[in-house]
């Protein structure tokens, strides 16, 4: 399975269905299952951030608890857009679709950046996550999730 690096927080926020796009500087062709795995590093001061800190603390992570260094969960890669406008509050990504409120929060929404339109997202149950050592882009990693994953698709994605 192509699994993606993503720091925490955000790959947190990922897995708990609070955050239905990644945003990159690049694009990827790779559309189809995609595992998130959690960087080492830790965004402390972002944990404290709202609406982030909250967000969190409803699902009673804060950043002394997140997983680090492991696949966290698995989730579905439905299709890059391209972020054409950015007002500071709001962000239009092609084919103009509107981001707005956490999901814009939660990332990095400049223009030329990638929306990666995350599907069918699902966290890891315990045991504990799958550790895996990070690296940058997309790699291949041999994933048996087996009946570990939590039920629940989603498809009311943060957009109007």
């Known amino acids: 399975m192509k699994v993606i690096s993503v720091m925490q927080s955000w790959a947190q926020l990922i897995v708990l269905k609070e955050k239905w796009n990644e945003t990159r500087n690049w694009a990827t062709k790779h559309r189809g299952p995609l595992a998130i795995h959690a960087s080492k590093k830790i965004d402390k001061a972002a944990c404290e951030l709202e609406p982030i800190r909250s967000v ?51 990332g990095d929404y400049s223009i030329g950046r990638y929306a990666w339109s995350l599907l069918d997202i699902k966290r890891l149950a315990p045991p504990p996550p ?25 498809s009311d994605k943060q957009f109007t």
């Open 56 to 106: 969190l603390a409803k699902h009673r992570f804060h950043a002394g608890n997140l997983p680090t260094g492991a696949i966290i969960g698995t989730t579905i890669l439905d299709d890059c857009h391209k972020v054409t406008a950015n007002d500071g509050e709001s962000a239009l990504v092609d084919p103009g679709i509107l981001v707005v409120g956490n999901e814009f929060y939660f």
């Open 130 to 154: 799958i550790p895996v050592k990070g690296k940058l882009s997309l790699r291949e990693h041999p994933i048996d999730t087996g009946n570990r994953t939590e039920a629940g698709c989603c």
